[in-house]
């Protein structure tokens, strides 16, 4: 392990801001534990079904608060691709090579999670599995699919976008719910928050990328965060929007499918709270093990997300198959004792998502060429001019 953490620390560049990559894996990390948290399959009468903790124990919608860290995986995104891009320009490379080199390590992973479920799919309709279980299952691996989608489009469109200044999206997202809620229109439209609600945070970041480090970077922070939570609040107490930034099973209105205006003010609030923890990151990362950890994360960003609903999904069954009515795991999530057995079934989880990792990690790994990721090379170090493809 020291040898890893050492081989790591010298293939980083010495230019490389490394809080950057520290809140890539803190927004990954947060959407997976917030999965697990606020996710529960329940077995009744031979056919398994979702639910939440937060349809019985509306009490615990704080828990969204945390975990619910797209904005900030946005933030970073549109930060890292508007670097990119511009250093891919300076090397000659073409809008083409560098679209490639960037969806490919986003979409190398799906392939391999499809093939898996849907071979799966085949065995368990042929064992005689329900197909409203099924139906169950597959929601649960596919439907974080949207992000990708979204995050693919947006990456695609940096050279147009990046100079966006993120008040133009953020005046869609206010017109859409304005319209739909306030005005009785179309609820259809709502999807059109889709894009502009995950932009605004995009062009954020870009933003950011546009113009670099600074003293004025604490201030946006702190304007961010006071003002995206003071406008979150009065939207949750006197506008109607619901407290939890997730989706509730059975709510009428959910801020994330599609996202409303509070999951875009809450959003810039984790912004303004993420530029903050910038200059305390960037310190606490000079210590090799944390980078290394930092690090790992990193290169295996994809496989982690794409693969926890699945390593969920393998200890719930495996459990049934062990005897079911297993507390926090396939009991219905009413209560006090199902949050506490749930917190015991974490480590679970993590073990067989380390199970996936070893087994699906190499689908994630970029190709050796001009647009490929060089976090850590074994034993040497990417060069400086690199540092931003990641």
Request: hydrophobic share 55%; net charge positive; with cysteine.
């Amino acid at each position: 392990m020291r040898e890893l953490i050492q081989r790591i620390e010298e293939a980083t560049p010495a230019g490389r801001d490394r809080a950057v990559d520290a809140l890539r894996a803190f927004a990954i990390l947060g959407v997976v534990l917030g999965h697990w948290l606020v996710t529960a399959l329940v077995f009744d009468s031979g056919t398994v079904h979702g639910a939440s903790p937060l349809q019985h124990m509306p009490q615990l919608a704080p828990i969204s608060w945390v975990f619910q860290t797209l904005a900030v995986f946005f933030l970073v995104g549109g930060q890292v691709a508007t670097k990119s891009y511009a250093s891919a320009r300076a090397r000659g490379v073409t809008y083409g090579q560098w679209l490639r080199a960037r969806l490919g390590r986003l979409f190398r992973p799906v392939a391999a999670v499809l093939v898996v479920w849907l071979v799966a799919a085949g065995g368990m309709l042929a064992s005689g599995v329900g197909l409203d279980t099924l139906h169950t299952l597959f929601k649960l691996v596919l439907s974080p699919l949207w992000f990708l989608l979204v995050f693919a489009a947006l990456t695609a469109a940096t050279p147009l976008v990046s100079r966006v200044h993120p008040l133009w999206p953020l005046a869609v997202v206010m017109y859409v719910d304005v319209y739909r809620f306030g005005n009785g229109g179309a609820q259809w439209t709502g999807w059109l928050n889709l894009p502009a609600g995950w932009l605004v945070p995009y062009c954020l970041g870009a933003l950011w990328a546009r113009r670099g480090a600074g003293t004025s970077l604490r201030t946006t922070g702190w304007v961010l965060l006071v003002g995206g939570s003071v406008v979150t609040a009065l939207l949750v107490l006197f506008a109607g929007y619901p407290a939890s930034m997730v989706g509730v099973p059975g709510a009428a209105i959910s801020n994330l499918n599609p996202p409303t205006l509070a999951a875009v003010t809450f959003g810039l609030a984790q912004c303004g709270a993420a530029l903050l923890l910038l200059g305390p990151l960037r310190r606490a990362l000079r210590r090799p093990t944390l980078w290394a950890a930092v690090a790992l994360v990193n290169l295996s960003a994809m496989t982690i997300f794409l693969w926890h609903q699945t390593s969920m999904i393998a200890v719930t069954c495996l459990g049934l198959l062990a005897g079911g009515d297993l507390a926090g795991l396939h009991t219905v999530p009413d209560g006090s004792a199902w949050v506490l057995a749930r917190l015991a079934w974490l480590p679970v989880f993590a073990v067989m998502l380390v199970v996936c990792w070893v087994t699906f990690r190499a689908y994630e790994q970029p190709r050796r060429g001009r647009g490929g990721s060089r976090v850590v090379r074994a034993g040497r170090p990417a060069r400086t001019g690199e540092m931003g493809r990641a």
